[in-house]
T-cell receptor
Framework: NAGVTQTPKFQVLKTGQSMTLQCAQD?????MYWYRQDPGMGLRLIYY???????DKGEVPNGYNVSRLNKREFSLRLESAAPSQTSVYFC?????????????FGQGTRLTVV | EDQVTQSPEALRLQEGESSSLNCSYT??????LFWYRQDPGKGPEFLFT???AGEEKEKERLKATLTKKESFLHITAPKPEDSATYLC?????????????FGSGTRLSIRP
């Protein structure tokens, strides 16, 4: 009963390096999300994918790209990491059903850019 | 612009001391309002969904209520294990897809 799985759990990058955060869900959900969480700022939406084949920008998309590889997987890429991208990243998924749209979250990836 | 504001930022209570957390929202139509609980080092965990003004949901010591402009999470006779950050989120049907926007949370601490 895995739910939403994120890898890696921890990562340290040097400024300018690139990396991809992976996310997979096994609940057959249509919608997937990437959030970042910073102290005192709550969760901010980076990108989301309403369904397989579509992606849209959220609140804070600059410096990030995403790929909805298939219905299960949604990856987040940092092309050139900056210290301002130090944060905890959460992937989430939800099934867009009228009366049942709560999101399920992964455990998070703690990213530090030095 | 859709916005969610939670208050207070932090709340410290004695075990058994009841209180309420507030979530005020501004959205162009409300598809749903969600409450989540987040423990340190973990992802948020779903608690409730509310859809229309006047609706109430309960789970153990927690009760969520909804009006046209805000939601309250009432905590009755809390225990130390209720200590967590409580997040409120809203979903608008008028965004291009299923976008959920979160508030910054209330950090609740229950002293034994």
């Amino acid at each position: 009963n895995a739910g939403v799985t994120q890898t890696p759990k921890f990562q340290v990058l040097k400024t300018g390096q690139s990396m991809t955060l992976q996310c997979a869900q096994d609940m057959n959900h249509n919608s997937m999300y990437w959030y970042r969480q910073d102290p005192g700022m709550g969760l901010r939406l980076i990108y989301y994918s309403a369904s397989e084949g579509t992606t849209d920008k959220g609140e804070v998309p600059n410096g990030y790209n995403v790929s909805r590889l298939n219905k299960r997987e949604f990856s987040l890429r940092l092309e050139s990491a900056a210290p301002s991208q130090t944060s905890v990243y959460f992937c989430a998924s939800s099934e867009v059903i009228l009366m049942n749209t709560e999101a399920f979250f992964g455990q998070g990836t703690r990213l530090t850019v030095v | 612009e859709d916005q969610v504001t939670q208050s207070p930022e932090a709340l410290r209570l004695q075990e058994g001391e009841s209180s309420s957390l507030n979530c005020s929202y501004t959205v162009s139509g409300l598809r749903g309002l969600f409450w989540y609980r987040q423990d340190p080092g973990k992802g948020p965990e779903f608690l409730f969904t509310l859809y229309s003004a006047g609706e109430e949901k309960e789970k153990e010591r927690l009760k969520a209520t909804l009006t046209k402009k805000e939601s309250f999470l009432h905590i009755t006779a809390p225990k130390p294990e209720d200590s967590a950050t409580y997040l409120c989120a809203v979903q608008s049907p008028y965004s291009s897809a299923s976008k959920i926007i979160f508030g910054s949370g209330t950090r609740l601490s229950i002293r034994p």
